[in-house]
């Protein structure tokens, strides 16, 4: 796969080894004798924890004021929306053929049709990955966020959605600007095929670029989603990082393009909402209506999109 393919948006068990070399010393002839008395415990060495780089210091602090900037504003809402956000069903078709049908990194113009609407037709098994510098609580957060916005998805879309810890297809990278060897290795094992500038995308992103997401499927099939891989900044506060794991995790789902006239939305550039809103789940839900087919083209989705916005509004034809 191609970063053009997926910009559609887009060891061993040493353990078992060491029972049985102690299992076998225990039939040696010259095997000592087990002693009654406990051996005295070790003292416990405190990890290590080795102080961030003054470039991810200076992220984490460039973010930090973003966000408060971004809350001043009046941005970053967590509330949804409310009745100075008002849509109805011709609104929700025409964003959901704006934000599914078209590709917000082509071209880098955000306005070239993707040719077929995308989707996931198997099961998606989100992983989080998280590189070294990584504080253990911030992982067991993100990790536990992440979990709960995947059960949340599932329910909305009816497509089975979950986290595990291994065998995932949909890896969400949460690293900082100390762990790009980590990146590196990581993308190149997930994505081969990358080509070495759009790699250096997921390695040294430009600071304006919160978190990212590429997701795609195979050549001959590049609608039908078979792997994702986003990465969002470590060093993000916790409400950027939430709202990127919601952003990011949605648009790799299938939703894959920005729109100003979406609106409550997260698939706007302008921050305004932090979370998926109930608008959003809308969308999501209409996109996973076994009435569409993946990779049918705007055209043929149209009179289908308009039916599943009423449906779904509770609105007549």
Aim: hydrophobic residues 40%.
């Amino acid at each position: 796969m191609t970063a053009q393919d997926v910009m559609q948006r887009m060891t061993k068990p040493l353990a078992v080894a060491a029972l049985a070399v102690a299992a076998l010393s225990g039939c040696l002839p010259n095997a000592q004798p087990t002693s009654l008395v406990p051996e005295s415990r070790p003292a416990v060495v405190p990890a290590v924890v080795k102080a961030p780089s003054a470039e991810s210091a200076e992220l984490r602090n460039y973010y930090r004021v973003l966000q408060q900037d971004l809350l001043t504003r009046g941005l970053l809402r967590t509330d949804g929306g409310g009745p100075e956000t008002p849509y109805n069903a011709d609104k929700l078709a025409a964003h959901f053929e704006e934000i599914a049908f078209y590709n917000e990194y082509a071209g880098r113009s955000g306005s070239a049709l993707t040719g077929g609407l995308s989707r996931w037709s198997g099961p998606v098994r989100l992983v989080a990955d998280f590189g070294p510098s990584v504080p253990e609580s911030q992982r067991t957060r993100d990790a536990q966020v992440l979990s709960n916005y995947g059960a949340r998805l599932s329910r909305i879309t009816g497509h089975p959605i979950s986290a595990t810890q291994q065998r995932g297809n949909f890896h969400v990278i949460f690293a900082g600007a100390d762990d790009r060897a980590f990146v590196a290795e990581k993308v190149r094992a997930l994505l081969p095929n990358l080509s070495a500038g759009d790699l250096q995308l997921f390695v040294n992103p430009p600071r304006t670029h919160y978190c990212f997401v590429l997701a795609g499927g195979p050549q001959g099939a590049p609608f039908d989603y078979i792997r994702g891989v986003a990465l969002i900044r470590a060093e993000h506060p916790d409400l950027v990082r939430d709202s990127c794991i919601h952003e990011e995790v949605a648009q790799g789902l299938g939703l894959l393009n920005d729109s100003p006239r979406a609106r409550p939305s997260i698939f706007n550039d302008d921050d305004e909402f932090a979370f998926l809103t109930s608008h959003d789940e809308l969308l999501l839900k209409m996109l996973y209506d076994p009435r569409l087919r993946t990779g049918m083209s705007a055209d043929e989705a149209r009179p289908i999109i308009r039916i599943l916005a009423r449906d779904v509004m509770g609105q007549s034809l």
